[in-house]
């Protein structure tokens, strides 16, 4: 966090350790983030992603607990729970206009919102930026026409978003270098595929998806 900070950033995303994922209890998790946020020069966002942190639970009362502290100012939580999204996001303990909830996942962004939360922090947003601000802000409205184009929407988003359930970091990877001509999908680190798994047969199995969200994000450029 002291790094990002120098190098200009506002806010830092910390993700609990998960190597002592078993054994690990709540209150090492608070104690955790504690430390973190008491040596933060930037305030930081708990990040809860169990599918990279070897299932490591992150519990809402834990989460409302880290919510009083001065210098943790919201979360990011990437799993599909909308229950837990919700027993956080609409706690009376959690001060809402501090502490903001974001989902990981545009696949639920439309009733993520509706159970409270900010918006989401997606890694699809960096091939389809438009078409997932454009969610997010149909999220906010309750205009009939805008209620439909919200469902479509958002059907095509959870559609689009089963290539990264699938194939997570690689697949952003991947679709952010053959979408938008940024960087390329062999650049990870080991041990993750040094480009999509299946290759051209596994990204063309998801063309017809990818290419209704392009027409989305092309609407949207043009308009």
Known sequence: MIEAGEAGARWGLCLAPGFNAAATAQEGIVAWFTAVADRSP?????????????????????????????????????????????QVALDPAVDRARFRVFTGLGQVLAPATAAGCAGAVDGSANFFPRALVRLHELCSRRDEVELEERARLQFRVSAMEELLVRHGLVAVKEAVYRLRGFGHPTAV?????????????????????????EEVESALADG
């Open 42 to 86: 930037i305030p930081i966002l708990v990040y809860h992603y169990p599918g990279v942190s070897n299932g490591l639970d992150v519990s809402p009362a834990t989460l409302v607990a880290l919510s009083k502290h001065a210098n943790i100012v919201g979360c990011k939580l990437s799993h599909g729970d909308l229950s837990h999204l919700a």
């Open 189 to 213: 680190r080991p041990p993750l595929a040094r480009g999509l798994p299946g290759g051209e047969a596994e990204w063309a199995h998801w063309g017809r998806v990818l290419g209704a969200m």
